[in-house]
């Protein structure tokens, strides 16, 4: 007798809660739809990677209400042989090889729906860390984001999280002092002189500088606490840090 078909979807949250949308042209200079964030339900179970494979009821994954569910089809394949298929792909799947650009939640479950019904998932979803390092101010962010990450990774201990500054924030922090002496020195060869004399500075400069600064000290104060990955202490930092100055920033770029 044929095995019965099980209904095999994606659900696809957005951690960020709709701020990427909101705010990701001002801060990125292009449009985001969301940070994406998917699982796959089939047997009535929901599969997601973060600190390793996670399994839980369909509906109960700790993201909330899903912003949307794809249908991806009908799968024959009995759930004992998916399990073994899990159990096979686990060491691939661990906490410490999970990487935000290129080894993550969505890569899973790309993976294993190619598995069970031999499709991938929307290619918009698996296409996001491009969107945001191909913008001019996300090739700095996500080299920031991954350096905490692996700074977690290599010396945290839950009961006693360990973090060090990533290099990268420091450069961060750095290049924001350097740039504010410029513009002080710039303002003081330039007192007395007519006022078409003046430089032009980019009004947006010193609030794009001062984001990319606070969300770096925002994530990892997020990060050393243990509790969080990476991708979802992105978005939390993010999300503090853009209702803290998103308003402000938004004035000042329709002015």
């Known amino acids: 007798m044929a095995e019965e078909g099980h209904k095999v979807s994606l659900h696809v949250y957005d951690l960020s809660h709709g701020l990427a949308r909101q705010l990701s042209m001002s801060f990125l200079g292009k449009t985001i739809e969301a940070i994406w964030h998917t699982g796959v339900v089939v047997y009535g179970r ?28 009908i799968t024959h394949i009995p759930k004992d042989v998916f399990e073994m298929y899990l159990q096979e792909i686990t060491p691939r799947y661990t906490a410490e090889s999970y990487s935000l650009l290129a080894h993550n939640c969505n890569n899973f479950s790309s993976e294993i729906t190619q598995f069970l019904v031999g499709n991938n998932i929307p290619d918009y979803i698996l296409n996001l860390p491009n969107e945001v390092t191909s913008s001019p101010m996300g090739a ?30 420091n450069q961060v922090n750095r290049s924001t002092d350097t740039e504010s002496s410029k513009i002080q020195a710039s303002k003081e060869q330039t007192s007395g002189k007519d006022e078409d004399a003046k ?12 984001l990319q600064e606070e969300i770096g000290k925002e994530f990892a104060a997020i990060m050393a606490t243990g509790t969080f990955r990476a991708s979802e202490a992105a978005a939390l930092a993010t999300k503090k840090v853009m209702q803290k100055y998103g308003h402000i920033n938004m004035n000042a770029a329709q002015s």
């Open 140 to 169: 700095l962010i996500m080299p920031m984001i991954q350096n905490l990450e692996t700074t977690l990774k290599a010396g945290a201990v839950p009961q006693a999280p360990q973090f060090r500054q990533s290099p990268v924030t």
């Open 46 to 73: 929901e599969y997601y990677y973060g600190r390793g494979i996670q399994e839980v009821v369909a509906g109960t994954a700790p993201y909330g209400t899903p912003m949307r569910v794809v249908d991806l089809g």
């Open 199 to 210: 430089p032009k500075v980019d009004p947006l400069g010193d609030a794009r500088s001062k």
